[in-house]
């Protein structure tokens, strides 16, 4: 099973508003990160988290901010954001200690429309 | 800094024409390439990893193939379901990042 969960599949915000993105995966695997995609064009890595621990943060805003309550639940907490800020917003996950692996799953993604 | 290209950037095909996609990259220390599928408005999706030069993964109609410079991925005998956009991408060992390229969007025309 390579299953990623990501809830909810579909968000419309007001730049007001406040909000999270849910992503969910079982594989045991013990790094979670968060993608955004705008239409066309490649996923653009925002966020690492590596044994529950922020490992990379591609200098995103402020805006958004992620949790990693456990290794298998991975948040994205949206506040004030700006309608340029309308994406899939994707998670992945790995096992990062294999060697010669790594492969990052992807879930479904959550497509986030900031009016 | 890591670098992937991706030609073409669309391709439209008969069902049955067989073809190629070409990712060349660079890369500080090669620690895998992958391919992904990626079907519109979802996830992409994981097709193979390769590892070092000469490898080659198959899976179906497809089939990865890597030298020290690019990988290609071959079509044989497309079917229209087959249609998406394949992502390429690198990563450097020490690095949990992937490099993306633009992707291929492949058309299978019936």
């Known amino acids: 099973d390579t299953e990623v969960t990501q809830t909810p599949k579909h968000l419309v915000m007001g730049m007001t508003n406040k909000k999270s993105l849910k992503c969910e995966q079982h594989m045991g695997h013990r790094a979670m990160y968060w993608y955004k995609q705008k239409a066309k064009k490649p996923p653009e890595l925002m966020f690492v988290?590596?044994?529950?621990?922020?490992?990379i943060n591609e200098s995103v805003p402020s805006r958004f901010s992620p949790e990693c309550p456990n290794s298998s639940l991975l948040n994205l907490h949206l506040h004030a954001l700006q309608p340029e800020d309308s994406a899939l917003y994707l998670c992945a996950s790995s096992h990062p200690d294999r060697l010669a692996k790594n492969i990052q799953y992807f879930g479904a993604g959550t497509r986030l429309s900031v009016l | 800094e890591d670098q992937v290209t991706q030609s073409p950037e669309a391709l439209r095909l008969q069902e049955g024409e067989s073809s190629s996609l070409n990712c060349s990259y660079t890369v500080s220390g090669l620690r895998g390439l992958f391919w992904y599928r990626q079907d519109p408005g979802k996830g992409p999706e994981f097709l193979f990893t390769l590892y070092s030069a000469g490898e080659e993964k198959e899976k179906e109609r497809l089939k990865a193939t890597l030298t020290k410079k690019e990988s290609f991925l071959h079509i044989t005998a497309p079917k229209p379901e087959d249609s998406a956009t394949y992502l390429c991408a690198v990563q450097a060992f020490g690095n949990e990042k992937l490099t993306f390229g633009t992707g291929t969007r492949l058309t299978i025309i019936p």
């Open positions: 988290y590596s044994y529950e621990k922020l490992s």
